[in-house]
């Protein structure tokens, strides 16, 4: 059974640093699955963030470029998100899936930025 369990999320200050972790079923990360971190704002877009190939190659979205940093572990099928430099407009619930053919949304995680 495909499962994505998201974690890390907090209420934190601008400035401040957040660490997000997704544990996924092993047939998720399986094949070399690309694998993404999205997040769902409060008007409710769904924005893409960042991804990674499972050779560990990176894409960032430009408004967390410079900020944020994905990686992954294959061997703990487990996707990382460090988020550094957190601005109130960073505030959304924050999902991960895998790029392309996405299997069953998690329960996301909530990251509040406010002073």
């Known amino acids: 059974q495909e499962q994505l369990v998201e974690s890390g999320g907090g209420l934190v200050q601008p400035g401040g640093s957040l660490r997000l972790s997704c544990a996924a079923s092993?047939?998720?990360?399986?094949?070399?699955?690309?694998m993404a971190w999205y997040r769902q704002t409060p008007t409710n877009q769904r924005e893409l963030v960042a991804w990674?190939?499972?050779?560990?190659?990176?894409k960032y979205a430009n408004f967390v470029k410079g900020r944020f940093t994905i990686s992954r572990d294959n061997a703990k099928n487990t996707l990382y998100l460090q988020m550094n430099s957190l601005k109130p407009e960073d505030t959304a619930v924050y999902y991960c899936?895998?790029?392309?053919?996405?299997?069953?949304w998690g329960q996301g995680t909530q990251v509040i930025v406010s002073a």
């Open positions: 092993g047939s998720i990360f399986s094949g070399g699955a690309t």
């Open positions: 899936n895998r790029y392309y053919s996405q299997a069953t």
């Open positions: 990674i190939t499972n050779g560990g190659s990176t």
